[in-house]
Each structure stands twice: as structure tokens, then as C-alpha cells.
């Protein structure tokens, strides 16, 4: 695992759109994987102003949901799909065509789960994966304690999550959906890269235990250190818990520039 220790989020969001950047360029329908959340939110502005000033061409780029919630139809605003075609889709450029997500809205849920797991195999697999993470280390909707193999699956929201997403939903938490479909943490594992955004102090205990503690369910998170091609991006408020910060700021420095992350 890669630890990438920034300035701040604008700094971690310029990083990770040059990867994406360098990604398109090499495969132009590079299946990005995409997360929802403030935290990406720089990368997401970030790509599409190399896009808008002709740095990249994205025309052929394609986008895969990484959670949706169950029973939001798909054109309500706060759908994270309605979400994704407004922060990535259409500022670059991009329709629905060129998206894949699971179906919050099916009647077998079950099957909406396995059918998208078999979308993205079909795909080819994601070629980037953006993650955020909790401050209890979850990574999609994983919650603590969740199989470090499970698959594409419908998860039950904690109160505390819906308590939490109630802002998005005119602070009612009546119109909060009570599950979710989710990547599980086997299917995220499949993407060829993974890269993991966290911002602010809030989220320091959570680097700490997902770079520098074991791998263990109770930490989602974790789980990157079992994959091949994994970046943890961190600001220095994020940072400010490992152990191993110099160690890691003085590979990334000696790191040849033409490598990226």
C-alpha cells in the first residue's frame, strides 16, 4: 500500500485526477469506479477542468456507482445516481449510456446485487476505483464487521447513518431509505487500482488503523492491504495519527516522477 501525504484536499484532489488523467490517456473507455460524499468532490472538479481545458479527452470513459440506496426511485435528486450525473457525469461531459450502476428499485434485490457484480465483469472490471471512508473505517456501505469477501449486496442502514443523512433529505429522516446496495468489499477488491481519499482530523483513527493495523473486519478499510495496486491519499490532518508519516513522505519524494501513483 501506498501512502500519499498532501496539503490539503485540493492538493489530494489535483493528484488523484492526474491519475485518472494518465489513466484515460493510456485507455480512453477506462471504467472509472466512483464514490459519493464531499470527500471526493476535488477530484471530481479536478478531472473535469483537465477535461474542459482539452488536458484530457473523456469522451469515451465510462462510470461505475459504487452504493445506491433501495427504493429511491432513480430520478429523485438525492438517488445517488441523480447525484453521480451531476457532480461526474455531466461535467464531463459524459450521458447515461456511459454509466453503470445496480437497480435500488428492483423487486428481487438479490438478483439487482448479482446482476451488477456480472455487469462489471462484463465490463472488464473497473480500472480505478475512488474510495472515501468512515471515521469507523467502513468503505462503501461495509460497515465494521462486514465480510472481507462479500460481494455486491443489499445492507441495512444504521440509525445513526440515516440520523446522519437526513440533511440530504430536508432533515426528515422519515424519507431516509432504511437499506442499501452496496459493492461489497470482495467486488471492490477486483478493480485493477484502488485509491482512498481522507480528509480532516475526524478521519485520522481510521487512516491509522486501515494503513497501520491489522487486517480485520472490524476495520473495512483494511482490506487494501491485501490488494496489489492500492494509494491511500491523506491530508496532513488525516495523516496526523500514523506512525510510519515520515517514512512515508520520504518514499513518495524519492518516488521517480514518471511512475504517478
Not at 426528515?172 to 484502488?194: C, F, K, M, N, Y
Request: glycine share 8%; hydrophobic share 45%.
Amino acid at each position: 500500500m501506498e501512502v500519499v501525504i498532501v496539503p490539503d484536499a485540493a492538493s489530494g484532489g489535483e493528484l488523484i485526477a492526474e491519475a485518472m488523467a494518465q489513466l484515460l490517456r493510456r485507455k480512453p473507455d477506462a471504467l472509472l469506479g466512483v464514490a459519493t460524499g464531499s470527500t471526493p468532490l476535488p477530484v471530481y472538479q479536478a478531472l473535469t477542468a483537465k477535461v474542459r481545458s482539452g488536458a484530457v479527452d473523456a469522451s469515451r470513459a465510462r462510470i461505475a456507482q459504487l452504493d445506491e440506496y433501495v427504493g429511491l426511485p432513480a430520478d429523485h435528486p438525492e438517488s445517488y445516481r441523480s447525484v453521480l450525473r451531476r457532480e461526474v457525469l455531466e461535467p464531463l461531459g459524459l450521458g447515461m449510456p456511459a454509466f453503470l450502476g445496480p437497480d435500488g428499485t428492483a423487486e428481487d434485490v438479490p438478483e439487482a446485487c448479482a446482476a451488477y457484480d456480472r455487469a462489471l465483469a462484463e465490463a472488464g472490471g473497473v480500472d480505478l476505483q475512488l474510495l472515501g471512508i468512515g471515521t469507523d473505517g467502513h468503505i462503501g456501505f461495509n460497515e465494521p464487521c462486514s465480510s472481507l469477501a462479500s460481494r455486491t449486496r443489499i445492507k441495512t442502514l444504521t440509525q445513526q447513518t440515516r440520523v446522519d443523512n437526513a440533511r440530504f433529505f430536508d432533515g426528515d429522516i422519515d424519507q431516509v431509505p432504511h437499506h442499501v446496495i452496496t459493492q461489497g468489499i470482495g467486488t471492490i477488491l477486483e478493480a485493477r487500482h484502488l485509491v482512498l481519499l481522507a480528509t480532516g482530523e475526524g478521519k485520522a483513527d481510521a487512516v491509522a488503523a486501515t494503513v497501520e493495523g491489522p487486517v480485520a473486519a472490524v476495520c473495512p478499510a483494511s482490506a487494501l492491504q491485501l490488494h496489489p495496486h492500492a494509494t491511500v491519499v491523506v491530508d496532513e490532518a488525516a495523516a496526523s495519527k500514523l506512525k510510519l508519516a515520515a517514512y512515508f513522505r520520504q518514499t513518495y519524494a524519492d518516488k521517480p516522477q514518471w511512475q504517478g501513483i
